[in-house]
């Protein structure tokens, strides 16, 4: 008789193990159903090429939305991020033109190494996320609020680029070595492999070691793993 009720709760641990399993792994499930379909309808969904292409598209995806989940993770939002990223390729893409270009914005300056304008872009990009969090930590303006109104200023200033600046005309005549630095790969066997899933790897090894190896960020993921929920943000959980 204790040898049946032992059995029954053994079955019902692992019954709960594994309803639990599914249930926090369930949009990864419906995925991988999706691209299954996707694929027995049209086979050349696998080819290696096509693969390469899906990489390099949703690398630059998985580099935004890498920045945004820590923001999300601590308890917060950020609307701006889309005007941010219109921001940093307006600017980079302003001072990296070729210089025979006939339309080229700046029309007087030398031609700049590749990294200062990019350094020059991430730079002004952490100093207004930066001022952002300053009204949101200091001010105690809510994440949602504030986002919002960064994101129409960083609006209000491309306009007035837009207007004033550059006379409302396309940018183009982009330098070739910005272009092959963004564009650019180089070929596995017969598979040609972009920059760009390169780029989004380190990226992802810089954001799990900030997430895994930082104290705050490493104690609000733990937190998250324990299904705490929404106080992640404020609880003080030691590591183990």
């Not at 691209?35 to 090429?49: A, Q, R, W």
């Not at 564009?183 to 780029?199: A, D, E, K, T």
């Not at 993921?221 to 929920?229: A, D, H, K």
Request: charged letters at 10%.
């Amino acid at each position: 008789m204790k040898s049946t009720s032992t059995t029954a709760v053994s079955w019902k641990k692992q019954s709960g193990s594994v309803s639990k399993f599914l249930l926090s792994n369930a949009i990864y499930f419906v995925l991988a159903a999706i691209f299954l379909v996707m694929v027995m309808i049209n086979p050349g969904l696998l080819t290696l090429d096509n693969i390469s292409f899906i990489l390099s598209q949703a690398s630059t995806r998985v580099i935004f939305a890498l920045g945004i989940a820590g923001i999300i993770i601590l308890g917060h939002t950020d609307l701006s991020l889309g005007r941010m990223i219109g921001l940093s390729g307006i600017l980079v893409s302003s001072l990296l033109q070729n210089l025979d270009y006939p339309r080229r914005i700046f029309s007087s300056m030398p031609r700049l190494p590749l990294w200062l304008p990019i350094l020059g872009a991430m730079l002004l990009s952490a100093l207004i996320m930066i001022l952002l969090g300053l009204v949101i930590a200091k001010i105690k303006v809510p994440s949602f609020i504030a986002s919002l109104a960064f994101q129409l200023i960083v609006m209000g200033i491309l306009s007035l680029y837009f207007d004033y600046v550059n006379d409302s005309s396309p940018i183009g005549g982009l330098d070739d070595g910005f272009k092959a630095f963004v564009q650019g790969g180089f070929m596995i066997g017969s598979v040609r492999l972009p920059f760009l899933v390169i780029y989004a790897a380190i990226v992802t090894a810089i954001i799990w070691f900030i997430w895994n190896k930082t104290n705050g960020i490493a104690n609000t993921t733990l937190c998250l793993r324990r299904n705490i929920g929404a106080n992640c943000s404020t609880e003080k959980i030691e590591k183990r």
